[in-house]
């Protein structure tokens, strides 16, 4: 999986509790990007870093939160679950913005909300 | 209509039959365009990528772009088991704040009987 590890790999979590997962990348790649996974909808972003410290959203932000504090590490923040983010959290990384198309993908976390 | 449609299978073959593939998207700005494969409970990993309109072949794998269609097509000659997996299109292009974000569609499951 290209260096690129997340933990945890499985949560079970009640609603209304705070979750954060963490994506960790030995690859030194600037681009990080979290998607969520579900059926009938295939893979859709939810937050990306183009750097330390910066952020931005994607097409499904709304109740995630990020940080990215070293090159290395990703950080997803569910503030208060829900049932609806129960999914497969993918963390993603890619080299340069030019060469986004070319998206390096993690092992998932499997996040089941109670 | 959502930018990307894939159809989603399940798709049977009998081993070395030839595969078809397909997508259909509706945003003309695409310009990269990806097919990536996902075994079961992994992250996915690409496959292959073109840009623009044309063929590109890798090994049993061709992939070709119809822009003027807006269609897209992955080929796999003489499928074998191990190919069995779900594949995801994904496309990108420049949006209005420079990035290159992935949309993806919601993946075919091939199985290849042996």
């Known amino acids: 999986d290209a260096g690129i590890t997340q933990s945890p790999r499985h949560k079970v979590t009640e609603t209304g509790t705070p979750v954060t997962l963490r994506c960790h990348q030995t690859?030194?790649?600037?681009?990080m990007y979290w998607y969520r996974q579900d059926p009938g909808h295939g893979l859709r972003l939810i937050h990306y870093?183009?750097?330390?410290?910066?952020?931005d959203k994607g097409e499904v932000s709304d109740g995630y939160s990020v940080s990215r504090s070293k090159t290395e590490d990703f950080l997803l923040t569910l503030e208060s679950a829900t049932s609806s983010q129960t999914s497969v959290y993918f963390c993603?990384?890619?080299?340069?913005?030019?060469?986004?198309?070319?998206?390096?993908f993690g092992p998932g976390t499997r996040l089941t909300v109670t | 209509q959502k930018e990307v449609e894939q159809d989603p299978g399940p798709l049977s073959v009998p081993e070395g039959a030839i595969v078809s593939l397909n997508c259909t998207y509706s945003?003309?700005?695409?310009?990269?365009f990806m097919w990536y494969r996902q075994y079961s409970r992994k992250g996915p990993e690409l496959l292959m990528y073109t840009y623009s309109s044309g063929n590109k072949e890798d090994g049993r794998f061709t992939a070709q772009v119809d822009k003027s269609s807006k269609y897209i097509s992955l080929f796999i000659r003489d499928s074998q088991p191990s190919d069995s997996a779900t594949y995801l299109c994904a496309m990108s292009g420049e949006s209005g704040a420079g990035s290159y974000q992935l949309t993806f569609g919601k993946g075919t499951k091939l199985s290849v009987i042996p």
């Open positions: 945003n003309s700005a695409f310009q990269y």
């Open positions: 870093s183009y750097g330390v410290k910066d952020t």
């Open positions: 690859e030194n790649h600037r681009y």
């Open positions: 993603a990384i890619s080299e340069s913005l030019i060469s986004s198309y070319e998206q390096y």
